[in-house]
């Protein structure tokens, strides 16, 4: 497969939020503003393809040579740890309005399943270092495509008459999984 492939597969086809299902937390409790829907994404992005990076890196030059993939999963959350407090300074000097917006999450995606995902499907699947450029930076835009989409329409069902039996978080997930019906048309495309 050629790299663009690759990067389409991952932002559309193979979703790491509506495909694979990573990235729950942030998708749900960021999605209700667009505007930090659209922050959390571009943090997001950030993180997950500086980490998946990182991550290859760390397994082609030192893990794998010194025999030590015991330690994968150690050393892969603190390079992601260590990038997103990089990513927060930066946010918090820069945009003082995004981090007050992003609240806790901005942190939490030390712990968002789809940067650690990501770096773990890169190493796994022994991509070489340009496909593993395209893989991630797809998967992330991929994420944060979804995470505005979803936030648009978050904003839509917020001014529908919803069953209060749905009203809130239950019409979400039906929503998410009707979006992910949608994302699952791209599979077909040749």
Do not use: H
């Not at 918090?92 to 499907?121: D, E, H, M, R």
């Not at 450029?133 to 991929?142: E, K, N, P, R």
């Not at 529908?160 to 009707?178: C, H």
């Amino acid at each position: 497969m050629d790299e663009w492939t690759v990067f389409l597969s991952a932002a559309f086809v193979n979703n790491v939020v509506l495909a694979k299902f990573l990235g729950l937390c942030p998708f749900m409790g960021v999605s209700k503003n667009i505007d930090s829907a659209l922050g959390m994404g571009l943090a997001t992005t950030f993180v997950i393809t500086v980490a998946a990076l990182a991550a290859w890196l760390l397994e082609r030059f030192v893990l794998l040579p010194l025999d030590l993939q015991v330690l994968r999963t150690l050393s892969f959350i603190v390079v992601i740890a260590s990038v997103v407090q990089v990513t927060e300074l930066y946010i918090q000097k820069n945009s003082p309005t995004l981090y007050q917006s992003l609240g806790v999450f901005l942190p939490l995606i030390t712990t968002n399943c789809a940067v650690f995902g990501v770096a773990l499907l890169v190493v796994q699947q022994q991509l070489s270092f340009l496909t593993t450029v395209m893989f991630s930076l797809g998967s992330a835009l991929g994420f944060t495509a979804v995470i505005v989409i979803f936030s648009g329409m978050r904003i839509q069902l917020s001014l529908s008459r919803v069953p209060q039996s749905l009203a809130g978080n239950p019409i979400a997930f039906i929503t998410a999984g009707l979006l992910s019906m949608a994302f699952m048309g791209f599979a077909g495309m040749a």
